[in-house]
């Protein structure tokens, strides 16, 4: 059984900030629902690794949602995190996500134009071809790793970051990732998650500056396991 201790799961962790890779259905920062978060895990295992007195600085400079996993950057400063924050407005951060779909997009690699609308009330996204009224440009790009008799694996290089862009998008073209009931698949995941992976992160350290590209293995289950052990090529 794997470990899921914040400890077990750190890719990354310098004075500046600490990168986990985060479980589906984990909160990256706290919400309505006043569930424990990531963040309150992180924080606590900050305390007790480094016996902190009172309490501990955390900053969050982005998000995944809840029910995705993967590469979470926490910054561990007020000068991280406002670097971080730049950085990720700026779109100088590249993300790589895996997903498994249920089908294959139409062409064994690409790249998707939409333009996305958000409902609020909803919590949900809207992908059209055209532009409308309120929406924003969402874009990325794709190719297809492996197949299995049922699914899907395909790599997402991530162009622009909208609100549950890369759900949107593939439901748009019919395409639906695993568990993702909100977006059109027909079964949920047992853990209720979605297969959608945040992979691989590059980025400029906020103060050494120097790039650094951190990748995270998805969760264990069936489906991942056996893409796993195919060793999809990179």
Known sequence: MENNTVKDRI??????????????????????????????????????????????????????????????????????????????????????????????PSKPEGTLVHYLMRDSKKNKSYATPVEKNGSKLAKLDYRLLAASKSFFLVEIDLLTGRHHQIRAQFAAINVHIKGDLKYGAKRSNKDGGISLHARQISFPHPVKKEMITLTADPPHDVVWDAFMSAKPAE
């Open 11 to 104: 890719i990354y962790e310098d004075n500046h900030i600490i990168v986990i890779n985060k479980l589906p259905g984990e909160l990256v920062q706290g919400d309505t629902t006043g569930d424990i978060t990531l963040a309150d895990d992180v924080k606590a295992y900050l305390k007790n690794e480094y016996k902190k007195p009172g309490n501990v600085y955390l900053g969050i400079p982005h998000r995944l949602d809840r029910p995705t996993s993967g590469l979470v950057v926490y910054a561990k400063t007020e000068k991280a995190l406002k670097r971080l924050c730049e950085t990720f407005r700026q779109g100088n951060a590249k993300k790589i996500y895996w997903a498994i779909t249920d089908r294959a």
